[in-house]
């Protein structure tokens, strides 16, 4: 009876008690009663033991290493596994550190030895797997493989297939409706010596398996989602491919892809079983399925090795004699390109270089090679697709005068550049024939607290941010009040401090407007998390340029009402976005909500709440028992109030705040139309604040006397905007209020904000929002929601 499904797991998936128990629930979720599992050593088991090989000379240092891996693997079993099959486990454990300590302790040892020690780690991993799955009640057993696997010796073992299938279908045949837990990485010769099956041998190993047992699918579970169009670690809108053949994926392994090796892939040639790459951390998301035949090509992938090594040299015989012999030697070239005068070139990875010089010198005199000439400058980008030939033309367009020429075999592009240059290119043939259709520049004004919180909250969302809306999100500006940095590429958003402090100048707006101009980018987006009364007057600049506006700075929303009407004048003449949600209410979604009021045909009748945190906390905290002045003071030492509590105690930001509401609920009013109750003095208000710290008792008497008066009434004080329409007449405030104890603005959590509205649809029962309404994180989050908003409006075409 033929069995489904495969599953491999390397050494991360396995690296603790975790790990094994999210890898045992996969098999139980995503398997069936007789799949096949192969296993990679846990964690760093082998190269402990590799590092015993080279301690074997001294016996104190391997017999403390050895120690350590004992330790761990002992760990590992008193974790996961109950008394019963533990005892069996420590038993066993203990005759293999007997066994290690004896072949380490042999003065010179052999290869076979050496692969004797290195072997363990496969085996303790299919060993503790089979117990843990026994221990949740499904029949398992390990497998050593070198009882399967006979290969011929080599410099990398070949597999005797006839054999060891023969043995494969008799172990299958033996354990019918059972889980066996096969040890990758190796197998042994026609007398039962170990032999290891080398880089990546464990993945190998799977494919192997599958392919002797019929299997339908095999599937890698490793530390990724799969195969991705480009490396996520360095593109930023990487892509998950959901399918691709396998001719594509075995020539993307050529090219040096860090998830596929082209070694595992060969046994799946000339056989109908599937390959799946998926993630053992997220077993539930997508992945990559590799079919053995596919009707169409997968979308284009483009990957990059930073460094490769050239060769070129003069040849009397053809080019394709030469390749045959890098066939006949298993190793075939990145690429090659055939000059004039008989000179060819061709491309290998650092790691084959001397296997391919060793191959030159074999065949120099058969096939008249001379002068071999060796470059290690250069490294390499690719783009593969069966489609190739149709993104040909598109990447050509890219290339530097220092590139090498498009070398193209129907199923890959390949050139190479100098190093300094890859990831540029990679970035660039990504973006042309790859990558989205769309790059957003974002321009961060201002990088104090709130930008720097921006910045790490960013990092955090674009990745998901550019695969789900399929665009290219890209930070390319960072200025403070005095120094910008620019720069026609994506900034490191990992090191954007360092590359500011090294790269920054001194800007005006003039040259600001000229660069940006410059950049390459199908959009802009500048994110005004300033409080600069200047950088707001060059608003009207930035959108007669066709940049696109976030706000968390407050002074253009609430500035002069016939600039307000030019800058709304100018949105409405093109096709631009302004959003400034996070300049009232920081992350609460006021003007969100509205917005969504007036487009359901409500209609707003009043807006109220207390707009600050501060003014929030003092009111909340002041109970009369101390001077209000000595609150204030308790504030500021916490860093609740401003530098200056006067800009806080003046009501002038919530006035700005309400004028920001009125307007978007469509009152074309000025600032000085709301009527401000400041809690400030006038002799107060325009002294030095030395003196005003020292004065402030002053504020006292009229506080005490508001609360003992409101208190009489059973009512407290708070410090509230509102907005009325009442008969047709609009009323708008700031000041001071008595409300009662039940009252939505009474019993907030110190430092919150609270929005009352009373529209149409709810007048008896007012819409309450209420939340933190200041903070660097929150009005992040505020900026990064308005920031996501207007690239979903660009994409709407």
Known sequence: MTRCHLHKFGGSSLADADCYRRVAHILLTHGHSDDLIVVSAAGKSTNFLYKLLELSDSKQLWQEELQVLINYQQNLIEQLLSNEQARSLRERLSTDKAQLGSLLSINELNDYQRNQVVSFGERWSSRLLAALLRESGVAASDVDARTLLVADEGAVPQIRIEQSKQKVHSLLEAHPNERLVITGFICANDKGDTLLLGRNGSDFSATLFASLA???????WTDVE????????????????????????NRLAHLGSPVLHNRTLQPLFDTQVSLAVRSSYAPHTDFTLIAPKSSQASAPVVTSLPSVSLFSLSLTADLPQLLNCFAEAGLTPLAYWSLANGRVELAFTHENQKQAL?????????????????????????????????????????????????????????????????NLLTQKVHRRCAGPRKRIGVLVLGIGNIGEAWIELFKRARPSLNRELEVSVELVGLLSSKKALLSETDID????????????????????????????????????????????????????????????????GSGPLAFYQELKQQLGNRRLFWRYNASCGAGLPVQHVLNDLHNSGDGIKAVGGIFSGT????????????????????????????PDPRDDLSGRDMQRKLLILARE????????????????????????????????????????????????????????????CLDGELKAQVGIEWVDSVHPYANLTPGDNVFVITSDFYQTNPLIIRGPGAGREVTAAAVQSDLVQICRDLLQE
């Not at 005068?401 to 190479?416: E, I, Y």
Request: net charge negative.
């Open 214 to 220: 019929n299997i339908e699918r095999v599937t890698i």
């Open 665 to 724: 609920i469509g009152y074309d009013i000025e600032l000085d139309n709301i009527e401000l109750q400041s809690l400030v003095p006038g002799h107060l208000a325009d002294i030095k604040l030395s003196e005003f710290m020292q004065r402030m008792p002053e504020l006292d008497d009229e506080m005490f006397r508001q609360y003992q008066a409101a208190a009489e009434q059973n009512k407290v004080l708070r410090y509230v905007a509102s907005l009325d």
């Open 493 to 556: 958003i990992n090191n954007w401090k360092q590359q500011f402090e090294q790269g920054a100048t001194l800007w005006q707006y003039n040259h600001l407007f000229e660069q940006l101009q410059n950049l390459d980018c199908d959009e802009i987006i500048a994110l005004d998390i300033s409080a600069s009364a200047d950088l707001t007057l060059q608003y009207p600049e930035f959108f007669a340029r066709g940049i696109h506006i976030v706000s968390a700075n407050k002074l253009a």
């Open 358 to 422: 060793a191959i030159f010198n074999a065949h120099q005199q058969l096939l008249g090679i001379e002068e071999i000439q060796a470059r290690d400058d250069l490294g390499l980008v690719a783009l593969v697709s069966a489609d190739a030939n149709l993104y040909r033309r598109g990447f050509a367009r890219l290339l530097s005068r220092d590139a090498h020429p498009l070398c193209n075999d129907g199923l890959s592009l390949v050139t190479l550049v100098p190093k300094s240059q890859v």
């Open 615 to 642: 003014l929030c906390w003092l009111f909340e905290n002041y109970d009369a028992k101390k001077p209000f002045s000595e609150l204030v003071l308790e504030a500021k030492g916490l860093g609740i109030t401003e």
């Open 226 to 249: 799969g195969v991705f169009n480009a490396d996520p670690n360095r593109i930023n809108d990487a892509k998950l491919l959901k399918s691709m053949s396998l001719t594509e994926a």
